[in-house]
């Protein structure tokens, strides 16, 4: 913007001026008053219970709680062990149903059971828990399917 002089400068600062004398005038402004709902917050009421009988209605069930847990609780509560009994379990449960169906895939069938149900850990415990071992594992990589004896006998 070109610097101003003479007649311009003139009338440019009285529009200025006139600008801000039509500020400072105030403007009566015609308000309606809203009448806004106030949220009351909802009182809460405590049950007056003596101190003395709440700790020791803790104290007895904190008591029950921990006897319970100590007979039994740690040694069947393990993850591992629960694995382990849900693999055998199921292990044993296929075995007998697959044995009735077709016999011959019965030892396939334990370990795989076992480890549907339990994961590693309960085909694990299958195989080391069942009669056959490792064997029904290894009889499949080998071909042989057990030892056989003789034939039948008089």
Avoid: H
Wanted: charged share 20%.
């Amino acid at each position: 913007m070109a610097k101003l002089s003479g007649a311009k400068k003139a009338a440019f600062l009285k529009r200025m001026a006139a600008g801000r004398a039509a500020k400072s005038v105030k403007k009566v402004v015609k308000r309606t008053k809203s009448v806004k709902k106030r949220t009351k917050s909802a009182t809460v009421k405590r049950k007056s219970v003596s101190k003395k009988s709440n700790t020791m209605a803790k104290r007895k069930s904190m008591r029950r709680f921990s006897r319970a847990r100590s007979t039994g609780g740690k040694i069947f509560g393990s993850p591992l062990l629960k694995k382990a009994m849900i693999g055998i379990g199921a292990a044993t449960l296929a075995g007998t149903v697959v044995s009735m169906v077709a016999p011959q895939f019965a030892p396939i069938a334990k370990p795989i059971a076992a480890f549907a149900t339990g994961g590693v850990v309960g085909a694990a415990a299958s195989l080391i828990l069942s009669p056959d071992g490792l064997g029904s594992i290894t009889g499949l990589f080998s071909g042989s399917t057990g030892t056989t004896t003789g034939g039948l006998t008089v």
